[in-house]
């Protein structure tokens, strides 16, 4: 039997947060190892742990795999949180696309130099209520399912769930006009596992702070 799947990344949200939330979302248990410095980051490179020099990287079923999005498919692969066929999987790759694009956004605002801050917050609330939240509500109202693809839950599901959580920390108010998703992140939230996972003390990062950039800073010499 395989073991857990070992996660390598700082400890906190950045491009490792979504397959945490997916992992935990499958109900999988998993390890991280934490890059606190330089060094840890140049043992995993010259040990040839990191194909492309950069993390994260997920040991699991004997392999080592980097590329967020090429680890988060084998996880919703492996675990039937990908559809049913091509069609399925083509929504949930659309679908998982346009999550990422706002999360990139919102990820990224931390980083911001303090003049622009004020710019781009205003152009994410923008982008959140007049492009992305709509275009989600908007498929689960032209299906009346309880989910985004099948009536099932897919990893899409669970991607726009972490993300609603994210846009609830800039601002409750961006969801109030959105009564599908906001039920959809209650149904969601419902799920044991993510229940589990939502619960203090869990593997749930918290969201980034001027600590939290300084650590990176540290491990990743950014």
Same mark, same amino acid.
């Not at 090429?70 to 659309?94: C, V």
């Given at each position: 039997?395989?073991?857990?799947?070992?996660?390598?990344?700082?400890?906190?949200?950045?491009?490792?947060?979504? *397959?945490?939330?997916?992992?935990?979302?499958?109900?999988?248990?998993?390890?991280?190892?934490? @890059?606190?410095? /330089?060094?840890?980051?140049? %043992?995993?490179? !010259?040990?040839?742990?990191?194909?492309?020099?950069?993390?994260? $990287?997920?040991? *699991?079923?004997g $392999?080592?795999?980097?590329?967020?999005?090429? *680890?988060? !498919?084998? @996880?919703?692969?492996?675990?039937?949180?990908?559809?049913k066929? $091509?069609?399925?999987?083509?929504l949930?790759?659309?679908?998982?696309e346009?999550?990422?694009d706002?999360?990139?956004?919102? $990820?990224?605002?931390?980083?911001? /130099?303090?003049?622009?801050?004020?710019? %781009?917050?205003?152009?994410?609330?923008?982008?959140?209520?007049?492009?992305?939240?709509?275009?989600?509500? !908007?498929?689960?109202?032209?299906?009346?399912?309880?989910?985004?693809?099948? !009536?099932?839950?897919?990893?899409?599901? @669970?991607?726009?769930?972490?993300?609603?959580?994210?846009?609830?920390?800039?601002?409750?108010?961006?969801?109030?006009?959105?009564?599908?998703?906001?039920?959809?992140?209650?149904?969601?939230?419902?799920? /044991?596992?993510?229940?589990?996972f939502?619960?203090?003390?869990?593997q749930?990062?918290?969201p980034?702070?001027? %600590? %939290?950039?300084?650590?990176?800073?540290?491990?990743?010499?950014?």
């Amino acid at each position: 039997m395989a073991g857990k799947p070992i996660l390598h990344y700082f400890n906190g949200r950045g491009r490792m947060e979504c *397959i945490r939330w997916l992992l935990a979302a499958a109900g999988v248990e998993f390890e991280e190892k934490f @890059i606190e410095k /330089p060094e840890g980051l140049d %043992k995993l490179k !010259n040990d040839g742990s990191l194909m492309f020099q950069q993390v994260p $990287m997920a040991e *699991i079923d004997g $392999m080592k795999l980097v590329q967020t999005r090429a *680890i988060l !498919n084998y @996880i919703a692969a492996k675990h039937n949180l990908y559809g049913k066929d $091509m069609k399925e999987r083509a929504l949930i790759d659309m679908y998982s696309e346009g999550v990422a694009d706002l999360g990139e956004m919102i $990820m990224h605002l931390p980083l911001c /130099p303090p003049a622009e801050k004020d710019a %781009k917050l205003t152009l994410i609330r923008e982008k959140t209520t007049n492009r992305y939240l709509p275009a989600f509500e !908007n498929v689960l109202k032209s299906h009346g399912q309880d989910y985004l693809v099948g !009536n099932k839950l897919s990893r899409a599901d @669970i991607h726009l769930v972490e993300l609603l959580y994210y846009v609830e920390e800039l601002d409750p108010s961006l969801l109030a006009s959105f009564p599908l998703l906001k039920a959809l992140k209650a149904r969601v939230s419902n799920l /044991p596992a993510v229940k589990k996972f939502l619960q203090p003390g869990s593997q749930r990062k918290p969201p980034t702070d001027e %600590k %939290k950039i300084e650590e990176a800073r540290r491990a990743f010499k950014f």
